[in-house]
């Protein structure tokens, strides 16, 4: 692994310069907290992360978890990592004081979240579904599960997972048949399969428990019917003896990447004395749910940013120290090579990668700003807030998954053959974060959340509300000379993006669903770039603030670098829009039109 694997000036600008984190500390929620305990926190997740983490990359990348003798056996570090998250109060540290966390925001959370992953992503995961987890208890279930799940969960000492997907279910919950059967003793009885549960079963914790959906006996067809279960792996006897729960691993998948992080597939009930615990109230088991998977969409989105940022500084020290031919214009052989940052197309691609993971922080830290408004305001402000998150969270989750899988490829060429080889990091890079666009809902799901249900839902509210926050960039962006050629394309692509939306809904309009929703991936595309091109120009605006206030030369450098990423971004990436907006609204139907047997031999 290369030694740099993130860059603390960067994720400190985003925060503080960029988004203005200080001021949460105005709320009452957060008013014990200060930048300095901010800085503390990120200083200490990067020195974890440095320290404990990175030097297990690849190691945990080789020597893969194993299921013997009925436990996933795993790295050594998963358990001091998972230790070290419980004493430390990572887990829990977006939590109320009196649920036994520390009430910091959720974007200093995820900015930590951010450098662990960075460091090791597939460490990174074992405590983030155990925050999410624990999460949806302390949200939404009795007392009684709180105090026996919830302290045991942030101490590092039981591991939290999300058991939704079932064999032939796949991610149409609707279609999901683990079955819960009541008693009269407190509990159901859970019968049932469940698939592809990250961390689902491992020897770095004492006890693994899932929130798991399954459908009582008698429920209502489809996803009114779905409810929300603690199920653990061990139950805890009367007398507080963990005993078998009925809950059995029977296999292990073999995967391409994330290897570090086992993800398995449970059977429940063999013996017929799998106990589940209701969560909530019956039937409402998937909207309970739904708090942990936009959470995770949006973990899912920070762990993609945390790679490709971790493989761009691979890709920038190589390019720096890697010795290759000479500038493209000098003729002389007898000259010493350069390295290979002095060629153009080297920077092209490096700068790509640049823009790529630094416009995808930003993007996910502003949702989590976002979310940290949203949870602690009211009315009408709560209401903006929850909206924009509702709306932003599909693209904050596909945006990075997509686009970080091409920025690790640019890195992996720029090492030539040695990005292939796995005496460098890029290539594990390159198979670890593949798995993003397809897990908590593939980018297609996303794409049919963002425009089947987000930008129509309250007649277009939320669209916009975001519409507006765009051009509280745009307006300040285009009294700067500098700036004003980027504002300028920015509010001509919010037309665009109107203009195309206004299309497609037509067709929803007229009852023509399908054509509606047929090309909602590419509208995601679209509304992503132009996402992803509206915090380039808060970047943008305040790396100009930066270089007015007079800054060191290392200092100017840095806004510099931070502009001429702008720069590319908008010459380079942007474009792309044009390309997209015809084909959306070019009203040919080929996917619609073309039929199964259209693709046989």
């Avoid at 004081?97 to 992503?121: E, H, I, R, S």
């Avoid at 009269?184 to 859970?190: F, N, V």
């Avoid at 929703?517 to 995601?524: H, Q």
Wanted: glycine residues 10%; negative net charge; contains cysteine.
């Amino acid at each position: 692994m290369a030694e740099r694997f993130m860059s603390e000036r960067n994720l400190k600008f985003v925060l503080y310069e960029v988004l203005d984190l200080e001021s949460l500390t105005k709320l009452p929620y957060y008013q014990d907290h200060s930048r300095e305990i901010f800085d503390l926190t990120l200083d200490t997740a990067i020195r974890m992360g440095r320290d404990l983490l990175a030097p297990a990359f690849q190691e945990m990348d080789k020597q893969q978890p194993q299921l013997v003798n009925g436990e996933v056996k795993v790295h050594s570090l998963v358990r001091t990592f998972m230790k070290e998250s419980g004493e430390g109060g990572w887990i829990g540290a977006g939590f109320p004081y009196d649920a036994g966390g520390q009430q910091l925001p959720t974007t200093v959370a995820m900015a930590a979240g951010f450098v662990f992953g960075a460091a090791n992503f597939a460490a990174g995961a074992y405590p983030l579904l155990t925050t999410g987890a624990s999460h949806l208890i302390l949200s939404f279930g009795s007392d009684e599960l709180r105090e026996i799940y919830v302290p045991q969960m942030l101490s590092g000492k039981w591991q939290g997972t999300m058991a939704l997907t079932e064999p032939q279910a796949g991610s149409s919950l609707s279609d999901i048949t683990t079955r819960a059967e009541p008693t009269d003793e407190g509990y159901y009885k859970i019968f049932g399969q469940k698939i592809f549960i990250s961390a689902g079963d491992h020897s770095g914790v004492d006890n693994v428990i899932h929130l798991m959906l399954a459908k009582i006996k008698g429920a209502p067809l489809g996803v009114k019917g779905i409810s929300l279960f603690v199920v653990p792996k061990k139950r805890l006897d009367p007398d507080g003896t963990l005993v078998s729960n009925d809950v059995t691993t029977v296999g292990v998948y073999h995967k391409m990447g994330y290897k570090g992080c086992p993800i398995t597939q449970l059977s429940m009930g063999e013996n017929g004395d799998c106990r589940g615990y209701l969560v909530g109230e019956p039937h409402k088991g998937l909207s309970y749910m739904f708090q942990m998977m936009n959470e995770a969409r949006l973990g899912v989105g920070m762990q993609a940013t945390s790679i490709a940022a971790a493989a761009y500084y691979a890709s920038l020290e190589y390019a720096g120290e890697r010795p290759q031919g000479r500038k493209i214009a000098t003729k002389d052989p007898s000259l010493p090579q350069v390295p290979i940052i002095e060629h153009a197309d080297v920077r092209r691609m490096l700068l790509f990668q640049r823009a790529i993971t630094e416009g995808s922080l930003s993007l996910l830290l502003q949702c989590s700003l976002y979310a940290d408004l949203a949870a602690h305001s009211e009315g009408e402000e709560k209401e903006r807030y929850d909206l924009l998150l509702d709306l932003l969270t599909p693209v904050a989750k596909s945006y990075p998954s997509e686009m970080g899988i091409l920025s690790v490829s640019q890195g992996l060429q720029i090492l030539g053959g040695y990005g292939y080889c796995d005496e460098f990091p890029l290539e594990q890079y390159y198979r670890d974060i593949r798995i993003h666009p397809i897990h908590e809902g593939t980018t297609g799901i996303q794409a049919l959340d963002l425009l089947g249900r987000k930008v129509v839902m309250k007649n277009g509210a939320a669209a916009r509300l975001y519409f507006e926050e765009v051009y509280q960039a745009i307006t300040p962006a285009l009294q700067d000379p500098t700036l004003k050629p980027y504002a300028e394309k920015l509010q001509e692509a919010l037309g665009t993006l109107q203009a195309v939306t206004t299309h497609l809904v037509g067709f929803a309009l007229k009852g023509e669903v399908e054509l509606f929703l047929a090309d909602a991936t590419l509208y995601l595309e679209l509304f992503g770039i132009i996402a992803v091109a509206w915090q380039w120009l808060l970047q943008g605006l305040a790396a100009q603030e930066g270089l007015q206030a007079g800054p060191t030369e290392q200092e100017a450098l840095f806004y510099q670098g931070k502009l001429m990423t702008m720069r590319y971004f908008y010459h380079y990436e942007f474009p792309k829009i044009q390309g997209l907006a015809t084909r959306l609204t070019d009203g040919v139907a080929v996917t619609t039109e073309m039929n199964r047997e259209l693709f046989a031999d």
